[in-house]
């Protein structure tokens, strides 16, 4: 026989658990009161805004160049852009390789700049850089800070080669180069002449120029203190001193090609 259980009995609970309900929908109510009031309360303050935008990694950009680019200003929304839509904008710069944008702080707009690498300049215009991706990118910086200058280059593919071979080398060994000028003959359209910061010459393919450049601080090893002359790499190596090339006094020094090579 089933048990009779009293409408009475059930009202307590009943009331317990409509109770319970009523806090509990009034608690959310209450709570997205107060976030609604505080979200308005943030975006109608100073806190919803741009108060610093940091630019991070320029070197031979201008950091107002990025900056425009951006589109973004203080005082705008924190929430009023988005982030990969400014990376895209500031990607297209000739000069910008990679780039993160992010917010932080709250109130901060944070832009990392990794630029292309420098390996040159325009002979004739100091401040037109030639950059690692062949893009010629004129700066306010002075381009003999970073590398050689490069001169007559009549052949684009001779020059996209040497670009590519100077973007092998560190930047110590960028610097012992003071000029590069295309000096092809028939049997090596990409040959190169390099006139040394230390004042020797250099005659090398662009085609091995990184690997003969790496070579070039043991070459100097077996060359006289009181000599300068030029280094001929396109067969072997070999040394003459001015004074054998212009007033033939002198001779001609072999290089040991596994000294060089070390």
């Known amino acids: 026989m089933e048990k009779i259980i009293d409408i009475e009995e059930r009202i307590p609970s009943l009331r317990k658990k409509r109770k319970r309900r009523m806090t509990?929908?009034?608690s959310i109510l209450l709570f997205l009161f107060f976030l609604a009031l505080f979200l308005i309360l943030y975006l109608q303050s100073s806190w919803s805004k741009v108060q610093f935008i940091v630019i991070e990694g320029t070197e031979i950009v201008e950091t107002q160049d990025i900056l425009k680019l951006s589109g973004v200003a203080e005082g705008e929304s924190m929430w009023g852009f988005r982030t990969n839509e400014i990376a895209k904008r500031?990607?297209?710069h000739p000069a910008v390789s990679e780039v993160k944008v992010n917010r932080s702080d709250l109130t901060t707009v944070r832009i990392q700049i990794i630029e292309h690498e420098v390996v040159g300049f325009r002979a004739d215009n100091e401040k037109q850089l030639v950059l690692s991706n062949g893009e010629v990118y004129e700066s306010s910086v002075a381009g003999s800070l970073y590398g050689p200058a490069l001169l007559d280059f009549q052949n684009e593919k001779a020059e996209d080669r040497l670009i590519a071979e100077l973007s092998k080398l560190g930047v110590a060994e960028r610097g012992l180069l003071s000029e590069i000028t295309s000096t092809p003959s028939n049997a090596d359209p990409y040959l190169v002449t390099i006139y040394m910061n230390?004042?020797?010459t250099v005659i090398t393919s662009a085609v091995q120029l990184a690997e003969n450049i790496g070579h070039y601080p043991s070459i100097l090893q077996q060359i006289p203190d009181d000599?300068?002359?030029?280094v001929d790499m396109e067969v072997g190596i070999f040394f003459k001193s001015y004074d054998a090339v212009y007033i033939e006094?002198?001779?001609?020094i072999q290089i040991e090609e596994e000294e060089a090579a070390e």
């Open 198 to 200: 230390d004042g020797n």
């Open 24 to 26: 509990f929908t009034f």
């Open 90 to 92: 500031i990607a297209a």
């Open 227 to 230: 000599q300068k002359g030029i």
């Open 249 to 252: 006094e002198g001779e001609e």
